[in-house]
Nanobody, 120 residues
Framework: QVQLMESGGGLVQAGGSLRLSCAAS????????MGWYRQVSGKQREFVAL???????NYLDSVKGRFTISRDNAKHTMYLQMNSLKPEDTAVYYC??????????????WGQGTQVTVSS
């Protein structure tokens, strides 16, 4: 079974940086689109950034110039470098990926989330 696991969240002061990781594990043939989403308790989950297998990227306007998404296709791992963090970036960050497993089945997966808290 394929699983996604986020890591790297934590508490940081405004203006600081964090680097999130999302590792896909299990019986994996390939990973297509990967993306980061975030959610504040009681609010809608929102798109943050995505990256294709060919390394095309897209970002939420409010994080452009501050966040950088990247991936290592050989390791089935995605990263989100977050700089100049603001209190409004505080949320649970979720990893999402489209994965083709070893049997040829393709489906979308979500990680369990990692908490990012930015203090003022």
């Amino acid at each position: 079974q394929v699983q996604l696991m986020e890591s790297g969240g934590g508490l940081v002061q405004a203006g600081g940086s964090l680097r999130l990781s999302c590792a896909a594990s299990g019986s994996i043939f390939s990973v297509d689109l990967m993306g980061w989403y975030r959610q504040v308790s009681g609010k809608q989950r929102e798109f943050v950034a995505l990256i294709s297998s060919s390394l095309n990227t897209n970002y939420l306007d409010s994080v452009k110039g501050r966040f950088t998404i990247s991936r290592d296709n050989a390791k089935h791992t995605m990263y989100l470098q977050m700089n100049s963090l603001k209190p409004e970036d505080t949320a649970v960050y979720y990893c999402n990926a489209g994965v083709r497993d070893g049997t040829g089945r393709y489906r979308n997966y979500w990680g369990q989330g990692t908490q990012v808290t930015v203090s003022s």
